[in-house]
C-alpha cells in the first residue's frame, strides 16, 4: 500500500481522534478509495475546491481516483503525488467515497460547491455560476473532505444539505456578492502552521486583494508537517516556511516581506506593534495573549483545538471579547497546563508545578506519560532532562513523531481539513473586516466555531463572547494607549439581535 512518507504523523492524528490501532487504521486505508470526480468545463470556482479537495485527500488516503476535464485531471495528479510520491492513482471509487464537482450523477457522492461567499454541499450535483470566491470554494472542499472522513472512519452519512455564507455565517448572505478590490493595508501575519498555510492558500488565490504582508515564523518545514499543510510538497523539506508563504503570495497583489523570526525576535525590545492589523496562527496561547497586549488596531485568529476548529475577530476597543480574552485561564478551553496534564496522563497540580518550576520530570512522571501516550519509557528517554513544557510540545503539539502502537493514545495532532478549514476562516475574516461595505454585513460575534469536526457542521457557527473580568482589555490604561494608537475612528458596534 503507497502509505505517504509522513504516515507516523497521519496515524498519529487519525489515531488521537478515532483511538484506531494502527492495524486497523492501515487496513480502512487499505480498503478505500477516493475518487475525485470533475464534470466538463470546470469554472474557478469548481477548479479550486477539486484541486484543494485533492491536496486534502492526498495527505491521507493512499488510493485515489482523479477523473473528469483532462487537463485538470492531470494537474490534480502531480499535484498529489508531489505530497505523496508513493500514491496510488486507481479508475474508480464507490460513489459514496467520491467527491463530485460540478456536473456528474453520481448516487450518494459528495457536492461541494460555491458562489459569491457561500460555500454549500449536497448529495447530488449542483452547477454554480456565481461569482468566483476561493475562500467560499476552500471551505467547500473542507466541508466535502470532513464529510469524507466520517464515513470512511466514523461510519456516518450526512445527506442534510449544508450552506454556510462567510460574511455572516447564515445559510444565503452574499452568493451573487462580486467584489472587485480589497486592501488589507499592512499586516503582521504570525505563523505559517496548518492554519496559516490555508490562509495564505486561498488569499494567493483572491485577484482583488492587495496589501503588505510581514510573514513571520522561524521554523522549516519538516516531513511530519505535509500530514496538514496545504501549501507543502515532499520538495519543501527543509525549506524556511515563511519563504513558502512568499513565494505562494508572489503571484497574487500581495507584497510580503518574509521574517524567519518568532513574534518576539521580529520586535526589538521595547518596541511596540505598529503593524495596524495582527493576523495569528502560532501552536501556543503565550504568543497570542502577548500579540493582543502588542495593542495592534484589529486581531485575526485562527485556531484549532482537539476535535474543534474557528477564527476569531477583535477590535480591542469594541465591548466584545478580545483575543486574550479567549485565552484567558477562565476564559474558552483548558490553559497550556491543563492540557498538557490531560494529554500527558498527569495530575493538574503536579503538571503546575513542573510547568513553573521548569524541573525535569521524575520517573515516575515518566512512566505515567509513556503510560498515557501508550510508547514505552525508552522511546521517552530523550526527554529525560527535558520540561514538561518542552515534551508537551515536542511530544503532543507534535514537532517531534513518536512510533506509538497503544490505541489509548491521546494525541492533539488536528486533521488535515480541520487546520484548512480553520485558515480558510481566519482568511476571510481579514477580508471582509478590511473592507468597509463586507464588514457591515459581517457576523458580529467575535468567535465562530465547529466544536467536533467528527459531527456533521453546526446550524449555528458564531459564539458571543463577553469580555473577560481581569483582562487586559478591562483595564484604562490598556485602553488608553490604544485609544493614543488608533484613535477614536474604531467605534464599537451595536449588538444585533
Ligand atoms: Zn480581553
Redesign the pocket.
Known amino acids: 500500500m503507497a502509505l505517504a512518507p509522513f504516515y507516523e504523523r497521519v496515524y498519529g492524528a487519525l489515531g488521537g481522534h478515532l483511538a484506531i490501532s494502527r492495524e486497523s487504521l492501515e487496513s480502512v486505508l487499505g480498503r478505500v478509495t477516493v475518487g475525485i470526480q470533475l464534470g466538463s468545463k470546470p469554472n474557478d470556482n469548481e477548479i479550486w475546491i477539486g484541486s484543494l479537495a485533492t491536496n486534502l485527500v492526498a495527505r491521507i488516503y493512499p488510493k485515489i481516483a482523479i477523473t473528469g476535464d483532462t487537463e485538470v485531471r492531470n494537474e490534480y495528479k502531480a499535484l498529489a503525488k508531489s505530497i505523496n510520491p508513493d500514491i496510488e492513482f486507481v479508475d474508480q471509487a464507490n460513489a459514496t467515497t467520491t467527491i463530485g464537482i460540478g456536473e456528474g450523477n453520481l448516487k450518494d457522492g459528495i457536492y461541494p460547491s460555491a458562489s459569491g461567499w457561500v460555500a454549500k454541499l449536497e448529495g447530488g450535483p449542483r452547477t454554480w455560476n456565481g461569482p468566483k470566491n476561493p475562500y467560499s470554494s476552500g471551505v467547500a472542499a473542507c466541508l466535502a473532505c470532513a464529510e469524507l472522513f466520517r464515513r470512511v472512519f466514523v461510519g456516518s452519512t450526512s445527506n442534510n444539505e449544508v450552506a454556510v455564507s462567510l460574511l455572516n455565517f447564515d445559510k444565503v448572505t452574499g452568493a451573487e456578492n462580486k467584489y472587485s478590490k480589497v486592501d488589507i493595508g499592512d499586516v503582521a501575519f504570525v505563523g505559517i502552521g496548518a492554519v496559516g498555510n490555508a490562509a495564505l492558500w486561498a488569499l494567493s488565490r483572491d485577484g482583488a486583494v492587495q496589501g503588505n504582508v510581514d510573514l513571520i515564523d522561524a521554523e522549516l518545514v519538516e516531513l511530519s508537517n505535509l500530514q496538514r499543510y496545504v501549501l507543502t510538497s515532499n520538495a519543501d523539506i527543509g525549506k524556511p516556511k515563511v519563504d513558502l508563504a512568499k513565494a505562494v503570495l508572489s503571484g497574487s497583489k500581495i507584497k510580503s516581506v518574509p521574517h524567519k523570526l518568532n513574534l518576539e525576535e521580529y520586535l526589538h525590545p521595547g518596541e511596540t506593534l505598529e503593524t495596524p492589523t495582527l493576523v495569528i496562527s502560532v501552536d501556543n496561547v503565550d504568543a497570542r495573549r502577548a500579540g493582543?497586549a502588542l495593542l495592534p488596531k484589529m486581531v485575526i485568529n485562527g485556531w484549532t483545538g482537539e476535535q474543534a476548529l474557528g477564527a476569531s475577530w477583535h477590535v480591542f476597543s469594541r465591548n466584545a471579547?478580545?483575543?486574550?480574552?479567549l485565552y484567558?485561564p477562565h476564559g474558552v478551553g483548558l490553559s497550556a497546563i491543563e492540557q498538557a496534564a490531560k494529554a500527558l496522563g498527569l495530575a493538574v497540580d503536579r503538571a503546575a508545578q513542573l510547568w513553573v518550576t521548569k524541573q525535569p520530570l521524575s520517573s515516575d512522571d515518566l512512566k505515567v506519560v509513556s503510560h498515557a501516550l501508550g510508547v514505552s519509557e525508552h522511546e521517552l528517554a530523550p526527554w529525560k532532562r527535558k520540561s514538561l513544557g518542552d515534551i508537551y510540545t515536542d511530544v503532543v503539539c507534535g514537532a517531534v513523531p513518536l512510533n506509538v502502537k497503544g490505541v489509548s493514545r491521546v494525541e492533539m495532532v488536528p486533521l488535515a481539513h480541520q487546520s484548512a478549514l480553520a485558515g480558510i476562516f481566519m482568511a476571510a475574516e481579514l477580508i471582509k473586516r478590511s473592507h468597509p461595505k463586507l464588514s457591515k454585513i459581517a457576523q458580529d460575534e467575535p468567535l465562530v466555531s465547529w466544536d467536533n469536526i467528527l459531527q456533521p457542521p453546526p446550524a449555528i457557527w458564531g459564539k458571543p463572547r463577553a469580555?473577560?473580568p481581569g483582562?487586559?482589555?478591562?483595564d484604562k490604561d490598556y485602553q488608553n494607549v490604544y485609544k493614543a494608537k488608533w484613535g477614536s475612528a474604531v467605534k464599537p458596534r451595536s449588538r444585533r439581535g
Open positions: 493582543q471579547a478580545c483575543l486574550a480574552c484567558h469580555r473577560e483582562c487586559i482589555c478591562g
